[in-house]
């Protein structure tokens, strides 16, 4: 049984009755080609919700992916526990990287008081807050 197809359609499944959960600043899943799913944040998701703009951890590269090429982060933690084959180390501080934003997100959300000045667009034109952007 050929485990994308059914990654796959769970994510579909998904897709199709939560799309509201993948926002700016989500920790995701993307997938690329026939590249691995990868650790990604979100940057932009598009007015349609068609595409979403993420960048990768541990690469820092960027890319449009489809949204149907994406899942939240917490739908795969067993995942995070994959670290063979080619690119496992990069994988390893890529999985680290994104446990350590979904930490941060948790308790900025957590600790966010209605006196605040900062406004969520002010972590730069990219949209990478300081974190993400080593």
Do not use: H
Not at 18 to 23: Q, S
Not at 32 to 42: D, E, L, N
Not at 45 to 56: E, G, L, Q
Not at 63 to 88: H, N, S, Y
Request: proline share 2%.
């Amino acid at each position: 049984v050929d485990s994308t197809a059914k990654v796959g359609s769970v994510l579909t499944a998904y897709n199709v009755s939560n799309t509201a959960a993948v926002r700016r600043g989500s920790v995701v899943w993307a997938k690329v080609g026939t590249c691995r799913w990868w650790p990604a944040k979100v940057l932009r998701v598009s007015r349609t919700r068609k595409d979403v703009n993420v960048i990768f951890f541990g690469t820092y590269n960027t890319a449009e992916v489809q949204f149907e090429q994406i899942m939240p982060f917490e739908a795969r933690l067993d995942w995070c526990k994959i670290q063979t084959g080619k690119g496992a180390t990069r994988f390893k501080i890529a999985v680290e990287e994104a446990e350590e934003a979904r930490s941060d997100t948790a308790l900025n959300t957590a600790g966010a008081t209605s006196d605040s000045n900062e406004s969520p667009g002010e972590e730069g034109e990219s949209g990478v807050s300081d974190e993400v952007a080593r």
